[in-house]
């Protein structure tokens, strides 16, 4: 609990007079604290003197350790707690938000919820079946409050949250459990699926399934269907069909039996736009280019085409931007997704100065229009060639299929020395080559030795270019090369014969290149191995 944590939450209280206030909170996992997604979107500003109906979504926030009381509210609408039982806050959390005629949500983390990497906690012991009962047991109350109290938006985010998350690790653990544990989580599934049936659409497609397989008591599929998860992944490829969209995910294959198409169609509003946009090169007449993606999450650009438009806002309205597409397969290992490839979702287009504070981004597909507004970065600006007191690189470039890669970097001294480096291993240039501008291009091949073996390339990494101005063999600690924003947004991906490489920029702005496995764009994408050629 943070220092301030009491004095935050009661200054709140103070000021505001509400019936109690809700903090933020986060995760500790191991030494490391990590931010919760789900309480980054509840408490990212200050809202004092709220209801339940201003935010549902704080149903969503089910914890007693992050909230304050007016101890009078608490004896009129809220105790006692249930006791003897897992999960008591859950019920008690929500009698307060239905009950309260205020409250307000604080952006401070006032609390850091500890992970315990053995499993000790009470509630990590998902395979008991008395974990299992009470689960059950609050989900029941729960819902029966909702319905009874709850205005429906705030009721539908109860069952998003009870059917999308809450269940899903008791099913999970069904390949392992006993007969007991099985039937009574398939009559609590049952039971929860029929009072939560008008929720059904708005959470993950491949847990309907799981909730549908579960109620009907198919539980070898059940197991097919945990294992697919394992292999392929929990995301669901979208399919659209005059006008509607469904999903389509990978372990309906593995299943002995079809379920109903209706389970998987998906509302158009789950669309989900996924945009950025590079730091704008400006131009001497300050205008800029800009590189950036825009792809809707689970569409498949290899079987589906989605128009894309960027629209800028000015005197006479939104007007349109020229677009020039791109191919990147960079974004398909990025975007972490096993079925679906997004590489032909960048692009680039030229703005005129002066330049705006944002863009707004359209995807359209089938009818289905879904758009987001994208803030422009800083403008990296043409930059300096070097830093004048080292070399800085200038350009990169690796020749499809071979076995070699060139940079060019200005201001290099002659007697200077230059590697891709990692801790353990490092890449000398073979060749350096002075340039009539006065640069130099450094040129490292891939072909290495090692345990006394030829290999077409070296272990893959991220390596750091690195140099020393004597000529020594450059390591870890000699100083790394700088390339400018500009330089580096020009980067692209290269599949050599033996490795994909690729060019990119650290956080501290050094030179570095990506060495990775030798896969073609649509091959690649994260634990993509068994899809190895």
């Given at each position: 609990?943070?220092?301030n944590?009491?004095?935050?939450?009661?200054?709140?209280?103070a000021?505001?007079?509400?019936?109690?206030c809700?903090?933020?909170y986060?995760?500790i996992r191991?030494?490391?604290?990590?931010?919760v997604?789900?309480a980054?979107?509840?408490?990212?500003?200050?809202?004092t003197g709220?209801?339940?109906?201003?935010?549902?979504e704080?149903?969503?926030?089910?914890?007693?350790?992050?909230?304050?009381?007016?101890?009078?509210?608490?004896?009129?609408?809220?105790?006692p707690?249930?006791?003897?039982?897992?999960y008591?806050?859950?019920?008690?959390?929500?009698?307060?938000?239905?009950?309260?005629?205020?409250?307000?949500v604080?952006?401070?983390?006032?609390?850091?919820?500890?992970?315990?990497?053995?499993?000790?906690?009470?509630?990590?012991?998902?395979?008991?079946?008395?974990?299992?009962?009470?689960?059950?047991s609050?989900?029941?109350?729960?819902?029966?409050?909702?319905?009874?109290e709850?205005p429906?938006?705030v009721?539908?985010?109860w069952?998003?949250?009870?059917?999308?998350?809450?269940?899903?690790p008791?099913?999970?653990?069904?390949?392992?459990?006993?007969?007991e544990?099985?039937?009574?989580?398939?009559?609590g599934?049952?039971?929860?699926?029929?009072?939560?049936q008008?929720?059904?659409?708005?959470?993950?497609?491949?847990?309907?399934?799981?909730?549908h397989?579960?109620a009907?008591g198919?539980?070898?599929?059940?197991?097919?269907?945990?294992?697919?998860?394992?292999?392929?992944?929990?995301?669901s490829?979208?399919?659209?069909?005059?006008?509607?969209?469904?999903?389509?995910?990978p372990?309906?294959?593995v299943?002995?039996?079809?379920?109903?198409?209706e389970l998987?169609?998906v509302?158009?509003?789950?669309?989900d736009?996924?945009?950025?946009?590079?730091?704008p090169v400006?131009?001497h007449?300050?205008?800029?280019?800009?590189?950036?993606?825009?792809?809707?999450r689970?569409?498949?650009?290899?079987?589906?085409t989605?128009?894309l438009?960027?629209?800028?806002?000015?005197?006479?309205?939104?007007?349109?931007?020229?677009?020039?597409?791109?191919?990147?397969?960079?974004?398909?290992?990025?975007?972490?997704?096993?079925?679906?490839?997004?590489?032909d979702?960048?692009f680039?287009l030229?703005?005129?100065?002066?330049?705006?504070?944002?863009?707004?981004?359209?995807?359209?597909?089938?009818g289905?229009?879904?758009?987001r507004?994208?803030?422009?970065?800083?403008?990296?600006?043409?930059?300096?060639?070097s830093?004048g007191?080292?070399p800085?690189?200038?350009?990169?470039?690796?020749?499809?299929?071979g076995?070699?890669?060139?940079?060019?970097?200005?201001?290099?001294?002659?007697?200077a020395?230059?590697?891709l480096?990692?801790?353990?291993f490092?890449?000398?240039?073979?060749d350096?080559?002075?340039?009539?501008?006065?640069?130099?291009?450094?040129?490292?091949?891939?072909p290495?030795?090692?345990?006394?073996?030829e290999l077409?390339?070296?272990?893959?990494?991220?390596?750091?270019?690195?140099?020393?101005?004597?000529?020594?063999?450059?390591?870890?600690?000699?100083?790394t090369?700088?390339?400018a924003?500009?330089?580096a947004?020009?980067?692209?991906?290269?599949?050599?014969?033996?490795?994909?490489?690729?060019?990119?920029r650290?956080?501290?702005?050094a030179?570095?290149?990506?060495?990775?496995?030798?896969?073609?764009?649509?091959?690649?994408?994260?634990?993509?191995?068994y899809?190895?050629?």
């Amino acid at each position: 609990v943070p220092g301030n944590a009491y004095e935050v939450m009661m200054a709140s209280l103070a000021a505001s007079g509400s019936d109690f206030c809700v903090g933020s909170y986060g995760r500790i996992r191991g030494s490391r604290k990590i931010p919760v997604r789900l309480a980054g979107s509840i408490h990212a500003r200050m809202r004092t003197g709220v209801t339940v109906s201003d935010i549902p979504e704080v149903i969503d926030n089910v914890f007693l350790w992050n909230k304050v009381f007016r101890r009078d509210f608490w004896d009129r609408q809220v105790g006692p707690m249930p006791e003897n039982i897992r999960y008591e806050d859950q019920e008690t959390t929500a009698r307060a938000y239905l009950r309260s005629q205020s409250f307000d949500v604080l952006p401070d983390v006032v609390y850091w919820w500890r992970i315990r990497e053995d499993g000790s906690s009470i509630t990590q012991a998902k395979h008991l079946i008395e974990d299992l009962r009470d689960r059950l047991s609050v989900a029941g109350d729960v819902t029966a409050l909702c319905e009874a109290e709850a205005p429906a938006p705030v009721a539908a985010g109860w069952f998003r949250r009870l059917l999308g998350a809450d269940l899903l690790p008791y099913i999970e653990q069904i390949p392992d459990a006993g007969e007991e544990y099985w039937q009574l989580l398939r009559r609590g599934v049952r039971q929860l699926c029929a009072a939560g049936q008008p929720h059904l659409r708005d959470i993950d497609p491949q847990v309907r399934v799981l909730l549908h397989l579960t109620a009907e008591g198919r539980r070898e599929d059940i197991r097919r269907a945990l294992v697919d998860r394992i292999n392929n992944g929990t995301a669901s490829p979208l399919v659209f069909d005059r006008g509607r969209i469904f999903a389509e995910p990978p372990l309906l294959q593995v299943l002995a039996e079809p379920v109903d198409r209706e389970l998987l169609a998906v509302d158009a509003r789950h669309l989900d736009l996924v945009a950025a946009l590079a730091p704008p090169v400006t131009e001497h007449d300050g205008g800029a280019t800009l590189r950036g993606y825009a792809y809707l999450r689970n569409v498949d650009l290899r079987r589906t085409t989605v128009q894309l438009s960027v629209r800028v806002c000015g005197d006479e309205g939104f007007q349109p931007l020229p677009l020039q597409p791109g191919t990147d397969p960079v974004l398909d290992t990025a975007s972490g997704d096993r079925n679906c490839s997004y590489a032909d979702s960048a692009f680039s287009l030229q703005i005129n100065a002066p330049l705006p504070a944002e863009l707004t981004v359209c995807a359209e597909v089938d009818g289905h229009r879904t758009e987001r507004t994208v803030a422009l970065p800083v403008p990296a600006g043409p930059g300096p060639k070097s830093r004048g007191n080292g070399p800085a690189v200038t350009a990169f470039a690796a020749e499809a299929g071979g076995d070699a890669i060139d940079i060019v970097v200005d201001g290099a001294p002659a007697a200077a020395a230059f590697a891709l480096v990692t801790a353990r291993f490092r890449i000398p240039a073979g060749d350096a080559e002075p340039l009539p501008d006065g640069g130099t291009r450094l040129r490292f091949p891939l072909p290495v030795t090692r345990w006394g073996r030829e290999l077409p390339a070296p272990p893959s990494d991220s390596y750091t270019l690195r140099w020393n101005a004597g000529g020594g063999r450059p390591d870890p600690s000699d100083p790394t090369v700088p390339v400018a924003e500009d330089t580096a947004a020009s980067f692209r991906s290269s599949l050599l014969s033996a490795a994909r490489v690729c060019g990119l920029r650290t956080a501290a702005g050094a030179m570095a290149v990506s060495i990775a496995a030798p896969l073609a764009a649509d091959e690649a994408g994260t634990f993509h191995q068994y899809r190895l050629r």
